[in-house]
Structure formats: structure tokens, C-alpha cells
């Protein structure tokens, strides 16, 4: 990896935003070999609009500045999100958009991924409440072409986390979200 | 208020540090008027030792930069994270300390205030999973005197994240914290 990796996660408040960098965090922490991280949520007055945001900062050497300056990953699951967040995505960075939510492609110097995130939670699992791990998924592939961390980091990260007796519907979520993304392909403008 | 308010809270992992800021943080953009909040954790090789770190920066203007310097008030819970950060607190702050955990108390320019959080979790309420909202219940008094919240903008927040069917457990839990820090007196150096 460069030295820092940033990555943010943008959707509606109980999307999960929030879990879902936490998990990054720690992942990168625990589970791979000397990185530090630091990850962030902040809150105005936007909040009460119910947007959420959470953003992890991941580098090989300890964090000065930890709030992202450019994200070379974004993960926006509602279209207000998109709107506001999109274009702040590092130039050739990579920004996955939820395709059920988001559905105007914002024109953005990146590689944009219009992926099935809350469908896949909603339909292969059953259950939307997953949609931060199916994201979390699309994110371990990411950290991998990147060599950031391994996707088993992320995996252990989650079960580590998840409320105990749900630890194989939030695996089968972060696998399927994995395989989507290894067989998605990017938009680029 | 003044500008800026910065807290601590320091455990160990499974005694959700992170919950409670990231409660402190909804509370306070959500619940209050006009405040921001940038809430926090870093990660670096100590995470593997269990220890575990999560901050909240209060502003009633947007924050630029989202790290504690010196916090206002720091929530400690065992005797490493004592050793390791009882010293930043800011001159004059608070540190509140588990007396259950912490035995030594830290020579420290500040208010001290050595609570039984674990004890009251797990005497009074039977679970010592709720510490975090028993720290809650002291932070929240804190924030009354220091005129930066109402205690019951840290109870919904509280209330809007726990799982259903706990509400009254971790309302319970924060209605004894909020009554242990109110009839408790501090220690100074």
C-alpha cells in the first residue's frame, strides 16, 4: 500500500455506516501486520437530516491528520449521500454506489462501481440489516487489490464484532458481498 | 459552554468505549442545539493488548481539528489505561475512575472521582455489560454542570441505539451513574 488509505462510508443513519468502519478499524488493527488507524465519524446539524457518515484513515505509519482529505475508496448507499460526498473521491480512487438507492451515476474521476449492495442483503440473505456487511465485502476485495490487508482480517474483524448467534448470516453477507465485486466491473468517465 | 470540549473514555476491549462516545457524539448533534462533534478511535500495535480508546470533541462550531489535546474530562476503567493516559487530562478537568479496576489513584491536576462503575453495573443492575452505560450516566452529569447538554440528550441517544428489549435495562444503568456522580465528591491534588 502507499501510506495512507482512506476510505469513507456515506448512507442513512441505521445503514450500519458507522459498525461497518468500525470493523475496518479494528481489522486493519488486529488483523494485519503493522498498520494504524484511526476512524472517525463527525456530526453537524446535517445529522438530524438522518444522513451518516464514518470514515477510516489506514496507514503504515501513525495518523497526524486523521479525517480524509481525499478518499481513495467511498461506499455511498443513498442518494443524498452521493450527491454531497461523490466528487470528493481521490482522482482515479474508487467509489462504489448502492444500485438500489442511488440511481443517477454521479460524473466523477473515479472508478465507479454501481453494485447491488442493499439487494444483495434484502435478497440473497434476507435481510437489509446486513447491508454494511455485504459493503464490507466490496471493501475486503478493495483492501486486497490494494494489499492493504487480507479479506480474512476484515471476516475475523466482523465475526469478532457481530452479536453472538449471528455470526453466520453476517459472514455469508460479507462473502457475498466479496464475489460481487470480484465479478463487477467499473464504470469510468 | 466553551468552545470546545473534549472527552476520553479508556478500557479495555468488551467494556464498550466505543458505544459510549459514539453515543456522547450522536447525543450531542442530535439532542442539543447547535453542536458539532467529531468522535474518534485510532488503532495502533497496543490494540492487540486489548486496550481500547474512543474520544468525543464537542464544538459549538465546526471542528477542524477532531483529536483530544487535553480532554476536559476523561472516563477510565482499568489500571493500564490509568497509567497511560490519566496525565493528559486537562488542569482542572475530571477523571473519573473505576474503583473496582483502578486501585492506584494517579497523581493528577485535576478532579478526580473514583466511582464504582463496574460495581455499579454489575451489583446494581446484574450486568456488567452495562459499564459503558453507567459511564454514560456520570458523563451525562458532567456535561449538565459544564452546561454543554441536558442528561437527557445522552438518554435518547442511549435509547435510539441500544437493542430493543434493553431499553429499560440501559436506562436503568444511566439513571445510576447519573446519580453516583451527582452524590459523589471529588478527590484533588
Same mark, same amino acid.
Given at each position: 500500500?502507499?501510506?495512507?488509505?482512506e476510505i469513507r462510508f456515506a448512507g442513512s443513519g441505521g445503514q450500519g455506516?458507522?459498525?461497518?468502519?468500525?470493523?475496518?478499524?479494528?481489522?486493519?488493527?488486529? /488483523?494485519?501486520?503493522?498498520?494504524?488507524?484511526?476512524?472517525? @465519524?463527525? !456530526?453537524?446539524? &446535517?445529522?438530524?437530516?438522518?444522513?451518516?457518515?464514518a470514515e477510516v484513515v489506514i496507514s503504515s505509519e501513525p495518523i497526524d /491528520?486523521?479525517?480524509?482529505?481525499?478518499? *481513495?475508496? @467511498?461506499?455511498?448507499?443513498?442518494? @443524498?449521500?452521493?450527491?454531497? !460526498?461523490?466528487?470528493?473521491?481521490?482522482?482515479?480512487?474508487?467509489?462504489?454506489?448502492?444500485?438500489? /438507492?442511488?440511481?443517477?451515476?454521479?460524473?466523477?474521476?473515479?472508478?465507479i462501481y454501481h453494485l447491488p449492495i442493499v439487494k444483495t442483503a434484502r435478497?440473497?440473505?434476507? #435481510?437489509?440489516?446486513?447491508? *454494511?456487511?455485504?459493503?464490507?465485502?466490496?471493501? %475486503?476485495?478493495?483492501?486486497?487489490?490494494?494489499?492493504?490487508?487480507?479479506?480474512?482480517?476484515?471476516?475475523? %474483524?466482523?465475526?469478532? #464484532?457481530?452479536?453472538?448467534?449471528? &455470526? &453466520?448470516?453476517?459472514?455469508?453477507?460479507?462473502?457475498?458481498? !466479496?464475489?460481487?465485486?470480484?465479478?463487477? @466491473?467499473?464504470?469510468?468517465?
Open positions: 500500500m502507499s501510506d495512507r488509505f455506516v458507522i459498525l461497518a468502519s468500525v470493523v475496518v478499524g479494528e481489522a486493519v488493527s488486529l /488483523y494485519a501486520d503493522g498498520l494504524f488507524a484511526v476512524q472517525t @465519524q463527525s !456530526y453537524g446539524p &446535517e445529522a438530524r437530516g438522518g444522513s451518516s457518515k /491528520y486523521p479525517m480524509p482529505v481525499q478518499p *481513495n475508496l @467511498q461506499v455511498i448507499l443513498t442518494s @443524498q449521500a452521493c450527491e454531497k !460526498y461523490a466528487t470528493d473521491t481521490k482522482p482515479g480512487g474508487r467509489l462504489i454506489i448502492d444500485d438500489f /438507492y442511488v440511481k443517477d451515476i454521479p460524473e466523477v474521476d473515479a472508478n435478497d440473497v440473505i434476507g #435481510r437489509e440489516l446486513v447491508t *454494511n456487511m455485504v459493503s464490507l465485502g466490496m471493501v %475486503a476485495r478493495v483492501l486486497e487489490l490494494e494489499k492493504v490487508a487480507e479479506p480474512e482480517a476484515i471476516r475475523k %474483524a466482523i465475526l469478532s #464484532r457481530v452479536p453472538k448467534g449471528t &455470526e &453466520e448470516m453476517n459472514g455469508k453477507a460479507f462473502d457475498e458481498g !466479496y464475489k460481487v465485486f470480484k465479478n463487477s @466491473q467499473s464504470l469510468h468517465f
